[in-house]
């Protein structure tokens, strides 16, 4: 079974950037679909943004213009650019393998006003 890793997270102003990096543990990550999801206190898991096996990608409206989302397949890695970020945008950010339902364990990213 997969198992994600995410890491990158942190505190920020509001305006800066982070990098979050999911890596991939298992073969069936360069074949498939990588999302990114996020959670903020009290609300609901909120979908981000999703990379396909070759590279297309699709965002929310919230962060479409702010966000890329890229993947390395050699590496087993999917990785989120962050600019521009928002007090809005706190939240504990996932890293997620459709297949299999996979879920890492979460990155705490927290911008401040």
């Known amino acids: 079974q997969v198992q994600l890793k995410e890491s990158g997270g942190g505190l920020v102003q509001a305006g800066g950037s982070l990098r979050l990096s999911c890596v991939a543990s298992g073969s069936i990550f360069s074949h498939n679909s990588v999302d990114w999801y996020r959670q903020a206190p009290g609300k609901q898991r909120e979908w981000v943004a999703t990379i396909n096996h070759i590279g297309l990608t699709v965002y929310s409206d919230s962060v479409k213009g702010r966000f890329t989302i890229s993947r390395d397949n050699a590496k087993n890695t999917a990785s989120l650019q962050m600019n521009s970020l928002k007090p809005e945008d706190t939240a504990v950010y996932y890293c997620?393998?459709?297949?299999?339902?996979?879920w890492g364990q979460g990155t705490q990213v927290t911008v401040s006003a």
């Open positions: 997620h393998l459709p297949t299999g339902d996979a």
